[in-house]
């Protein structure tokens, strides 16, 4: 499995924007690049995916670099409902899906 | 949508006891987990089965057994419940299709204290 790495813990005033940056340098050309959030007392959802190309969905966007080393999640405006810990996840396939510790993101009102 | 449900939510048992955390998605994955939450980290997988008869090994298997009963349940079992079990466990089921990869859907959890 890819490796990935996160920061323990993010802060970001509520209404600005958040970049959540995952470093995976052991991505293989076939893993997919995840994210997902995990609010408190929830099981983690789904929040966006990505191969090679940005993508933006109503959650989120993802941006991914050029040598998919790297992948940066960003919420565009952020609320309090915002906070959580949030994922990236390497995956291929019928894999073992392996979570990190994830980046715990503050919304400072 | 249920999506994936397991029972129960809350558990409290003594040292030694057996139980048995159960799972069903409704969703017709072939995929399904059993992934383990301590305090203030993230999720460790316990089991996996990549379909209906199948089950591996995740990174924590030890103490637990677990059961693919058909394709929509997939149950979790401490035969002997010790205190370092005291966690919150969730199961969760996934599809891999050609653009989407693996994408995993987690129940609500179940907490358990073993005292």
């Known amino acids: 499995d890819a490796k990935t790495t996160q920061p323990n813990s993010m802060e970001s005033n509520e209404e600005e924007p958040v970049h959540l940056p995952c470093n995976h340098s052991t991505i293989s050309g076939t893993d997919y690049i995840h994210w997902y959030r995990q609010l408190p007392s929830q099981g983690p959802e789904y929040v966006i995916h990505g191969l090679t190309s940005n993508v933006n969905n109503r959650m989120a966007s993802l941006a991914i670099a050029e040598d998919r080393k790297s992948s940066t999640l960003i919420l565009h405006r952020a609320t309090l409902r915002d906070a959580a810990v949030y994922y990236c996840v390497m995956n291929f396939g019928n894999e073992k899906l392996t979570f990190g510790t994830g980046t715990r993101l503050t919304i400072i009102p | 949508n249920a999506g994936v449900t397991q029972t129960p939510k809350f558990q409290v048992l003594k040292t030694g006891q057996s139980m048995t955390l159960q799972c069903a998605q409704d969703?017709?994955?072939?995929?399904m987990y059993w992934y383990r939450q301590d305090p203030g980290m993230g999720l460790r997988l316990i089991y996996y089965?990549?379909?209906?008869?199948?089950?591996d090994k995740g990174e924590v298997p030890n103490g637990y057994n677990v059961s693919r009963l058909n394709k929509r349940e997939f149950s979790l079992r401490l035969e002997s419940a010790a205190p370092s079990q005291t966690s919150v466990y969730f199961c969760a089921s996934s599809e891999y299709h050609h653009f989407l990869g693996n994408t995993i859907y987690f129940g609500e959890g179940s907490w358990l204290t073993v005292v």
């Open positions: 969703m017709n994955h072939n995929s």
């Open positions: 089965s990549a379909s209906e008869g199948t089950t």
